[in-house]
């Protein structure tokens, strides 16, 4: 993004906005990535651009699979970003593990209320994949 | 870092870099730190304290050795890559998670660079995907 120097900053491009879910464990066998229940409505920053950061504690019922967790965000228009593997938190077997990963999301309209939410995915419907106690943070940028 | 609503700031103090690589696996078998790849160019904000973070998909080749993914700096500041800043991970299961560091003392406005490395501690192999670094002030 390109500030100039003395430039005047909107209130909404120093605000935080998160949220947390999943107090309780969520768990699909489902391969394709699935809504967990999380989301997190924000107001877009005129730069159009965020950094998400998604957190979570995550295992497989399998000591030979994956479990993923990533995230989707909309806006009214519709989907703007598909929860995908290479943009995921992801542990392989049955050890759990609390991490996050975060993602810088360009292009997205600026002022408008925008939702991100988080999705879980097991590598085979033979296992199961779990989530807990997850969080949402999306910042400016 | 907070700001007011008409408060001046210094263009670099609101500036986010971060990029995103390595689409195919990288192994490396040295158990010393070995530059993996360069990463963003920043300027230091004028607090000269920045937050790193680095991202990446991580495991061992062997179920009993040990990779490390960690980050240095070149440029007008130097700092090595250090195990007690790296993300690591135990054994073959691979992860795919981040570490965040504080970085304090940086040259306020200096032109400096972010690399990342790799070391495993048996040689087995240290393998990495997906990488990512994000820069921010702090």
Known sequence: MTFYAGERMLVTDAMTFSGSGNTTTFSTTNTAYTYTGLQVTFIVPHTGTVKITITGRTWSSSTTAHSYIAMGVFTAAGSVWSPQDNESFRIYGTNTIRGSVATILPGLPPGQAAQASLYLRSEVNTATANTLHTNIIVRAA | ?138
């Open chain 2, 1 to 138: 870092m907070t700001f007011l609503i008409g408060q001046k700031f210094h263009v670099a103090d609101i500036t986010t870099q971060s990029d995103t690589d390595d689409p195919a696996t990288v192994t490396f078998t040295q158990t010393t730190y070995t530059l993996e790849r360069t990463s963003v160019i920043f300027q230091v904000p004028s607090s000269g304290v920045v937050e790193i973070e680095i991202i990446g998909d991580l495991w061992a080749t062997s179920s009993s050795d040990n990779a490390y993914l960690a980050w240095g700096i070149s440029g007008t500041d130097t700092i090595a890559p250090t195990d007690s800043e790296a993300l690591r991970t135990h054994g073959s299961s691979g992860i795919r998670t981040k570490i965040s560091s504080i970085v304090s003392g940086l040259t306020p406005y200096a032109n400096d660079q972010i690399s990342l490395y790799m070391r495993c501690d048996s040689g087995s192999g240290a393998n990495v995907l997906h990488t990512r670094v994000i820069v921010r002030p702090a």
